[in-house]
Every structure is written in C-alpha cells, then in structure tokens.
C-alpha cells in the first residue's frame, strides 16, 4: 500500500513567486493534515480537512496561503506570493478518523521549499 | 492549550549505550503522547503511542517510553544504542478527539562507533 505522497520534494522560488505544494493522502484516509517546520523550530499544525471540507485552520499563517481539497482525494497547499520567512519543510499526513484511540496519523517525506 | 519542551537539541552516545531522549508536556485534558522519528530523506514514521493504557510502551525498533502523570513526562528509552538509530525524533501531545497534534523541536541523536 502507497504512504502519504507529497509533490515536489523540493521547491526553490524567488520572493514575490507563487508555489503550489501538492500531497497524496493514503487511499481510504478521510483526514488530512498539514504542517510545516520552519529553521528547525517545532513541526506546527497549519490546517486540517475531513473529505473536502476544512475543519481546522487555526495554524494558517496568513490570507497568503490557500489550502484545497477538491473532491476529498489529494491536496494542495498554494503560497502566493511567497516571502522569505515562508521557507521551510511543509508535511502532510492522513488518517483515517482522529476520534479513535488506534487512530495513527502518517506522514508524507515533506517538501522543502526555499523563498530566496 | 498543550505544548512540548525537548530537553537537549543534540544528544550524542556511544554505540551499545543507553539512548535517553527527554520529553516534558503540559496539557488541560487527559494526553495522548508519542514520539516519532524521521530518517534523513524521509517522512515523519510513528516509534509509539501512549492513549492512557499501560503507562509503559513499547515501540518498533527496541524503543519504549514511560508515561509518568506526576512529572508530566514521556522520555523515550533504548537500552543499546545502534548506529541506524541515528535520526531526528519529535515528541508530540494530541488528545481524545484532538485533529491538531502539538509537537516539540526535535532532538537529533548521533550514535559513535
């Protein structure tokens, strides 16, 4: 069975550029999370989806980041127009239902995106 | 509101040594508690969960961790260190119902031949 996929691995933009990141939760995982891990700092909560609806966005930094789940399969998390404290390791992970107690939320490779 | 502190951003230990990675939380409400480790080039893997069962748990890869309420603690321990242990490991706290899971800075162990 696939993991959690995340497109691309690594991301290098200029300051002003748009990138949109891409991740591919686990087939059959309603949940999906994003996360982001700035200059080694804490891994920090950005949003989560159930099927294609946002149930949590209380870690989105700012209106310059949209996140989409259309039709509740994969994901993409788009920052427009990027600066230079947006660079960092963006995860993803899935899972199928947080509210039970062997829910176990996998995580994606990260993309590293770098705003130059 | 939850968080957690990582003692040591960096520990070092011999190959065969005890591995001790200290995790301290702080939450309102009944914890659940793991520790995850990422390999160079990989995602984030799951090492153990703690969902208040045994206080006890064991992991993948020899690792366990201790849950204790009164310190609020969840170190992680390995009594013999190998060199393919060497990787980033997070501890993080969610709850019952909780999407969100907070997480600490990391602690990067290195393992000596």
């Known amino acids: 069975e696939a993991g959690v996929t995340q497109f691309p691995s690594h991301s290098v933009i200029e300051k002003g550029q748009t990138v949109t990141l891409r991740c591919d939760p686990i087939s059959g995982h309603d949940n999906l999370y994003w996360y982001r891990r700035v200059m080694g700092k804490e891994i920090k909560f950005l949003l989560h989806?159930?099927?294609?609806?946002?149930?949590?966005e209380s870690g989105m930094p700012n209106n310059r980041f949209l996140a989409e789940r259309t039709g509740g399969t994969y994901s993409t998390l788009k920052v427009q127009p990027a600066e230079l404290e947006d660079s960092g390791v963006y995860f993803c992970a899935s899972s199928l239902d947080p509210r039970t107690v062997t829910d176990t939320q996998y995580f994606g490779p990260g993309t590293r995106l770098t705003v130059l | 509101a939850q968080s957690v502190t990582q003692l040591g951003s960096h520990v070092s230990v011999s190959e065969g040594a005890l591995v001790l990675l200290r995790c301290n939380y702080s939450?309102?409400?009944?914890?659940?508690l793991f520790w995850y480790v990422q390999y160079p080039n990989q995602g984030l893997q799951l090492l153990l969960k703690y969902t208040s069962a045994a206080t006890l748990v064991k992991g993948i890869n020899g690792f366990e961790a201790e849950f204790k309420k009164s310190e609020t603690s969840f170190h992680l321990t390995k009594p013999s260190a190998h060199m393919s242990d060497a990787a980033e490991y997070f501890c993080a706290v969610s709850h019952t119902g909780g999407f969100k899971t907070i997480f600490g800075a990391g602690t990067r162990l290195f393992v000596k031949a």
């Open positions: 989806f159930v099927k294609e609806s946002k149930q949590d």
């Open positions: 939450s309102s409400v009944p914890p659940y």
